[in-house]
């Protein structure tokens, strides 16, 4: 598994887990990826995922602000 789907298959699966729906987790985990291919490095060291979470996140919550599960 590369870099690339593991960070979509987690970011959408734990999107899911979180409450969002499949199409906000789908769109989230396709910007997560986008966010690891642009950066250079992660805030600390191994912590790539957290950041590529916390930008998927911020965006489900922009397309998706009303879940109860949060």
């Known amino acids: 598994m590369t870099p690339v789907n593991f960070i979509h298959a987690n970011v959408k699966s734990k999107l899911i887990s979180d409450g969002f729906d499949i199409s906000v987790a789908q769109t989230c985990a396709n910007k997560a990826v ?37």
């Open 34 to 70: 986008d966010h690891y291919r642009c950066s250079s490095s992660a805030s600390g060291k191994g912590k790539m995922f957290d950041d590529c979470f916390r930008m998927a996140k911020a965006w489900a919550m922009k397309y998706q602000p009303k879940t109860k599960n949060r």
